[in-house]
């Protein structure tokens, strides 16, 4: 089975500075898809970035940055220039092709942004 | 405007009863799935369906029911087997035929029930 563990419960950083939120996870696929999406209060849930297994390169969408590595099976988030409304809780997630694309979450990182 | 619409966004329950959550998407995605969130737990997968007419038990099955009559329309039943009901229920969909695991999957914006 493939699991998803995200080891930090909260996360806090300053505004304009950046965190680092981890995710690791356990597969024995050599092909997978790997997400982190956002949760404000609000409860929507939004996509921050995407990463394909096989892709060396890793992905950035603006201030938002990953470090995957596949070895480690290790998929940090990476939030630089913090601001206000990056505050959420951030769930790591991997996708189960076997299971219609369904997505197989960790438990969450609650990040604060502080003035 | 395209999305995932789910109603109500507060449900009350009384304990032995059941309870239809309905979610409904205009994306024209081919797979929908729900999730629970409880505190402190991430979100658990209870049914997905990947087309019309069919649909497959996630980790958390049990005490729930859904079915799948429309491409649109993925319902989900709580019925008064579920021991713990009261949380958070999310919708999703995301394409599935023909396309590659990147594609993004769509959320809900749920509904909060809970059992008086």
């Known amino acids: 089975a493939q699991t998803v563990t995200q080891s930090q419960p909260e996360m806090s950083v300053q505004e304009a500075e950046t965190v680092t939120l981890s995710c690791t996870y356990d597969?024995?696929?050599?092909?997978?898809?790997l997400f982190w999406y956002k949760q404000p209060p609000s409860r929507q849930m939004i996509l921050v970035i995407r990463?394909?297994?096989?892709?060396?390169q890793n992905a950035t969408e603006n201030r938002f940055s990953v470090n995957f590595q596949k070895a480690a099976k290790s998929f940090s988030l990476k939030i630089s220039d913090s601001q206000l409304g990056d505050a959420a809780m951030y769930f790591c997630?991997?996708?189960?092709?076997?299971?219609?694309?369904?997505?197989?979450f960790g438990k969450g990182t609650s990040l604060l942004v502080t003035p | 405007d395209g999305g995932i619409t789910q109603s109500p966004k507060y449900l009350f329950r009384k304990e032995g009863q059941n309870v239809t959550l309905s979610c409904e998407q205009n994306?024209?995605?081919?797979?929908m799935y729900w999730y629970r969130q409880d505190p402190g737990q991430g979100l658990r997968l209870i049914y997905y369906?990947?087309?019309?007419?069919?649909?497959q038990k996630g980790d958390i099955a049990e005490g729930y029911s859904v079915s799948r009559e429309k491409k649109e329309s993925f319902p989900l039943t709580v019925t008064s087997a579920q021991k713990n009901p009261t949380a958070f229920y999310l919708c999703?969909?995301?394409?599935?035929?023909?396309?590659?695991?990147?594609?993004?999957?769509?959320f809900g914006q749920g509904t909060r029930l809970t059992v008086v």
């Open positions: 997630a991997y996708r189960i092709i076997l299971r219609g694309y369904a997505l197989n």
């Open positions: 990463q394909e297994a096989y892709k060396q």
């Open positions: 994306l024209n995605h081919d797979a």
């Open positions: 597969t024995s696929e050599s092909d997978y898809y």
């Open positions: 369906s990947q087309i019309v007419n069919d649909f």
């Open positions: 999703a969909s995301s394409p599935f035929r023909g396309t590659g695991g990147t594609e993004e999957a769509f």
